[in-house]
């Protein structure tokens, strides 16, 4: 079983991108964030000709998360914890896999800059809301996946220049505490399961030459529950569709479940 995360940068402008994704790469499960449309402008059919099925949860001009799915799927939008929060950063599903299912979440998770603003509060507000609730699903001892645009840089090494962030709502210490606390929790980052390889990103700035000269960041994530990560055969940065013409300022990123 594949799964792959990708912040797609508009899934209006990128469709393109994406069916060319789906029709290479092929994941049985594929996590959307920042679709920057209401559910109604999302591509269905051209999605659903490509043989998946798609769950949306969209929002006007900015946020929006999807799980593309091969098999059927039961879905719940938003992230427990505020009734009041209106944005469109996360969706999850249940995904039938041989004769058990796994737990797929899609999370954008909130950017936080300024961090002396609201911005910053809302953030880490959120993440908490998000580790409370990843407490709760650990306690299903489902495989579990949380799959997306975490806007954390774990650790120097996941940053082509550290010093470059220092400042910045990504990589201060109260939000890499909290996603400590979210892996503390029985959490497995996929990526670093499986290398300790410097220099992977899965996303560069469009200013000031950042894919040319490598200075990319790694904020996307897989994070695995123990019943998940007992399965990891394989974690994959799809890189090359930074390449690409007129790409998203991500790349996907993909593992394999035995």
């Known amino acids: 079983m594949q799964i792959a995360t990708w912040n797609v940068n508009s899934v209006r402008q990128r469709t393109g991108h994406l069916l060319r994704y789906l029709k290479e790469q092929a994941p049985d499960v594929l996590c959307l964030q920042e679709l920057k449309c209401v559910d109604e402008a999302f591509p269905w ?4 000709a490509a043989g998946y099925n798609a769950a949306v949860h969209g929002q006007k001009g900015f946020n929006g998360v999807a799980i593309l799915s091969k098999a059927p799927i039961e879905v719940k939008r938003g992230l427990p914890g505020d009734p009041a929060d209106e944005h469109a950063r996360y969706i999850e ?7 058990s299912v796994v737990r797929v979440a899609s999370i954008y998770l909130p950017n936080g800059n ?20 990843a407490r709760d699903l650990l306690r299903l001892e489902e495989p579990l996946v949380l799959a997306g645009d975490f806007n954390v840089i774990p650790a120097a090494e996941d ?4 010093s470059a962030w220092a400042s910045d709502a990504l990589f201060l210490p109260q939000t890499r505490a909290r996603f400590r606390t979210l892996l503390n929790l029985g ?20 200013q000031a030459g950042a894919w040319q000269r490598n200075k990319g960041i790694r904020i996307d994530h897989l994070l695995l529950s123990p ?8 974690t994959m940065i799809d890189k090359s569709l930074r390449a690409e013409d007129k790409p998203s300022d991500h790349v996907p990123v993909r593992i394999e479940l035995q």
């Open 187 to 206: 959490l497995t980052d996929a990526l670093r399961a499986t290398t300790d390889e410097a220099g992977l990103y899965t996303f560069w700035d469009y």
């Open 45 to 48: 059919g051209e999605v659903e």
């Open 227 to 234: 019943g998940a990560a007992d399965r990891l055969v394989r």
């Open 159 to 162: 940053a082509a220049d550290p």
């Open 93 to 99: 599903a249940v995904i039938p896999h041989k004769e």
């Open 114 to 133: 300024p961090p002396d603003t609201e911005k910053y509060d809302y953030k880490l507000a959120w993440m908490d809301r998000l580790i409370a609730h």
